[in-house]
């Protein structure tokens, strides 16, 4: 039997096999080793080394951190890419290149130069320090981190989607009476929102795992400040290999999670608007 | 002579406004917020890196990039990104050629699978290597018993940026070589091409700014990454220490200068990156795959 | 309504889309805007819809000057040429919203907006149709929804863009006959744009001929054919 249709194409089974080797090599054996592990240690002992004080509180932080830097990103990155897309100014097209800076700059390098900036004596932290507030070394710095990460990911999943709004539908709406709030609120947004809400959960997942970036800025305070990979880091440097293994399922677990809602999101919205 | 300007109607008292724009208030309002929100959030860190690494002045930064250490981690950096990145490549134009040519069972899963790496955390990545290769395993004891150990050595370093930058080339080129279809090679085999005749001369030219413009953001992210290095690596001072890595040390000893210098480097390569990364949005537009049109 | 165009100009650019234009539309009538692409016939119509601002001249309403009324406020029932609608909602959803954008005080309630979503569905004899999403709609269906839409707001006059242009040639020749009925039921001014000349001379009360942002003639059918005023309109009628 064949697996593929007959083709006069050639190269399947050198490409196939290409990918299919290379993947398993580089990413689903050494996943597989994980859960592997994971499974050697058994339900009980994987639920015990997870629900620790320190572990739990790492795996919160991470992704409560994730969540509010990604909705910070959701409002501000769709603000960003309407302007990028509908006005005309100077200096947009730089900007609009610029946008992906984050994703150019190293995390390491971000991650030095943000805590230089909001560290007590940066410029930026003695702004807030005049006012009382405290970003580096405490938890608003890794929302400062991650913000910077994850802005890209909704700016550059929206504004396709904005490029390419019929402008007769926004024409049409207000021909029928409708104020430019109603219009943007009632007609512009729900299109919108399958890639808003794609680009949020790209970010949240880059965000909870997020390590470069964080680490520097953020202080490691363990159970105030620390982060999940970095306990990760802090349990293979103690040679706790089931520890380490432990919370790297948990994060497998939330980053399938959100691979699936991903997936969900655009499954939904291709059946609802899948305009012909 | 009149002047053609003073013959034009005068314009309407009232300012109209398309039925599909802001008001001008608003506009110039969200015009000023995005401005300040990047200067903020994106040039501001930018020019710390550069303003920490000259804060001593150019010698001092210059000196501190002269360091053997520095020196053995941009080779290691270098030599790093050139193993990893044609290994992204072959896998990305494997990976175009067999989902975009071919139907089989299971492609929607293997698209999925492609993708993985995207939403694995870096560190998490790097822990699965050492699970798999490191000290305690068979398949690390083995290798080490062979003279190849894999964890705290190069190949380690190699597969951990292989497996965080391997979905990169593969998604800028299938949707190119979807979008293209299957035509034009269909007409190279009807004029009596061979396979690798036909994908040197008929698919490669078509797909070519899309795979540059992967094989850029892979090797952007190659010579960036961190987390999965810094656990594959052991961080052996002038071995195993990549650019990134070396930041890191620097950093943490309070060398600030050196760390910056290091650091200004790896952003002076991100910015050449992101200057031809829109060079080709603006000049080949046509040739990307949709959502990267400028 | 009585619809008066007084010296409109209107330029993109450096081209002049309408040198300045004047036309009287009186009140009820079926006005055809017929040209080639590119003869201002569209901008004419997105100007009296308030889409387009004319650089010179007015615009006059009943004899009110309507020129510098917002879109929202001119109340004109527009039907766009690939129909606009909402993709992510429902034909009732479509319908009902130009009446649910209302301002709280003038909009009327639930039960009635269903009342008359219900009643413009049959009035384009679709009854069934209400929880459909446009995607699940043919190219004809599509068409009379967005009639039924623009008729939803109560509007003023009928403004359409190459209502038919969308369509293959039997259904073209249907929808042609339902334009009619209902301009002959709600007794609009409706003003549709079309380069196809059968359809102006078939359909129309009233053919406004345009050429390069100029009108060339304006006449009932039978008389643009007995007595055409220039040479372009004698080899645009028999093209």
Redesign the interface.
């Known amino acids: 039997m064949r697996?593929?249709?007959k083709?006069?194409?050639?190269?399947?089974a050198?490409?196939?096999g290409?990918?299919l080797s290379?993947?398993s090599l580089?990413?689903?054996?050494?996943?597989?080793?994980?859960l592997?592990?994971g499974a050697g240690m058994g339900l009980g002992d994987l639920a015990a080394a997870i629900s620790g004080e320190r572990v739990r509180s790492a795996l919160l932080l991470s992704f409560r951190s994730a969540l509010i830097a990604a909705a910070f990103n959701l409002v501000?990155g769709v603000?960003?890419a309407?302007?990028?897309v509908r006005?005309r100014?100077p200096?947009r097209?730089l900007?609009?290149?610029?946008?992906?800076?984050?994703?150019?700059?190293?995390?390491?390098?971000?991650g030095?130069?943000?805590t230089?900036?909001y560290a007590p004596n940066g410029?930026?932290g003695q702004i807030a320090a005049g006012a009382g507030l405290r970003i580096a070394y405490a938890p608003p710095g890794i929302l400062v981190a991650l913000?910077?990460v994850g802005?890209p990911f909704v700016v550059?999943?929206v504004?396709?989607v904005i490029a390419e709004i019929?402008?007769?539908?926004?024409?049409?709406?207000?021909?029928?009476?409708?104020?430019?709030l109603?219009t943007?609120r009632?007609?512009v947004a729900?299109?919108l929102m399958p890639a808003a809400l794609t680009g949020f959960a790209?970010a949240l997942?880059r965000g909870?795992?997020?390590?470069?970036s964080v680490i520097?800025i953020a202080g490691n305070l363990p159970m105030k400040t620390e982060i999940a990979?970095?306990l990760?880091?802090i349990r293979?440097e103690e040679f706790d290999?089931d520890g380490?293994?432990a919370i790297?399922i948990a994060?497998?677990g939330i980053?399938?999670a959100?691979?699936l809602l991903?997936?969900a999101v655009q499954v939904w919205s291709r059946r609802?608007?899948?305009?012909? | 002579m009149f002047d053609a300007a003073h013959l034009a109607p005068p314009r309407p008292a009232r300012r109209f406004r398309a039925a599909t724009e802001e008001p001008a208030a608003l506009r110039r309002g969200l015009i000023g917020l995005v401005f300040v929100l990047l200067a903020v959030l994106l040039f501001a860190p930018l020019v710390t890196v550069f303003g920490e690494a000259l804060s001593q002045g150019a010698g001092a930064a210059l000196t501190a990039l002269a360091e053997p250490e520095a020196h053995a981690a941009i080779r290691l950096t270098l030599l790093v990104t050139a193993l990893s990145v044609p290994l992204t490549a072959v896998f990305g134009l494997a990976a175009g050629w067999a989902i975009a040519r071919f139907d089989f069972p299971g492609k929607a899963v293997l698209i999925t699978l492609i993708d993985l790496p995207f939403s694995v955390s870096p560190v998490v990545a790097g822990l699965c290597l050492v699970l798999l290769f490191g000290a305690n395993t068979t398949l690390g004891d083995w290798l080490v018993g062979q003279g190849m150990p894999v964890v705290f050595a190069l190949p380690g370093i190699v597969l951990a940026t292989v497996f965080v930058t391997f979905p990169f080339v593969a998604r800028e080129i299938l949707p190119v070589m979807v979008e293209q279809g299957r035509a034009e090679e269909e007409a190279a085999l009807t004029l009596g091409a061979s396979g690798w005749r036909m994908f040197f001369t008929v698919t490669l030219p078509n797909i070519r700014w899309a795979l540059l413009y992967g094989v850029l953001l892979a090797t952007a992210r190659a010579m960036g990454e961190f987390g999965a290095v810094a656990v594959v690596s052991g961080k052996i001072r002038g071995v195993t220490a990549t650019v990134p890595i070396a930041i890191e040390m620097l950093y943490n000893e309070y060398l600030t200068v050196a760390a910056f210098s290091l650091a200004a480097l790896l952003a002076s390569l991100a910015l050449v990156t992101l200057a031809l990364k829109t060079a080709l949005e603006w000049r080949h537009a046509d040739a990307l795959s949709a959502n990267r049109r400028a | 309504m009585h619809i008066e165009i007084d010296e409109i100009a209107k330029t993109f650019g450096r081209t002049a889309a309408l040198q300045p234009v004047s036309l009287s539309i009186p009140s009820g009538a079926l006005v055809a805007l017929l040209g080639p692409s590119g003869s201002g016939k569209t901008t004419l119509l997105r100007i009296l819809g308030g889409l387009e601002f004319p650089e010179s001249g007015r615009v006059l309403f009943d004899g009110h000057d309507a020129t510098g009324l917002t879109v929202q406020e001119r109340r004109a029932g527009f039907v766009f040429q690939n129909y606009a609608l909402f993709r992510h909602m429902t034909v009732f959803e479509n319908i009902a919203y130009g009446l649910k954008a209302r301002p709280r005080a003038l909009r009327p309630e639930k039960e009635e907006i269903a009342r008359r979503v219900t009643k413009l569905l049959e009035l384009i004899r679709l009854p069934e149709i209400g929880g459909r999403y446009p995607a699940q709609l043919s190219g004809g269906q599509r068409q009379r929804v967005a009639l039924a839409r623009a008729l939803a707001i109560e509007p003023r006059m009928l403004l359409l863009d190459e209502p038919f242009g969308a369509l293959d040639a039997k259904v073209r020749k249907e929808l042609r006959h339902g334009l009619r009925e209902i301009h002959d039921t709600t007794g609009l001014t409706t003003i549709f744009v079309t380069h196809d000349q059968e359809e102006a001379m078939e359909l129309a009360d009233l053919v406004v001929v345009m050429s390069m942002g100029r009108i060339e003639q304006v006449g009932r059918p039978a008389d643009l054919r007995a007595r055409p005023a220039s040479a372009f309109v004698r080899e645009f009628l028999t093209a």
């Open positions: 697996i593929v249709a083709s006069p194409m050639p190269g399947f050198l490409s196939a290409l990918v290379l993947l580089i990413v689903l054996l050494p996943i597989g080793a994980l592997v592990r501000f603000v960003v309407w302007v990028l006005y100014f200096g097209r900007i609009d290149a610029a946008i992906d800076l984050p994703f150019a700059l190293p995390t390491a390098v971000a030095i130069a943000l230089a900036l410029v930026f913000v910077f802005l550059r999943t504004q396709p019929d402008r007769e539908v926004e024409e049409a709406s207000a021909t029928l009476g409708a104020s430019r109603t943007l009632r007609v729900p299109v790209l997942a909870v795992g997020e390590y470069g520097f990979p970095l990760i880091v293979l290999i380490a293994a790297g994060m497998l980053s399938f959100m691979l991903i997936n609802r608007i899948g305009y012909v």
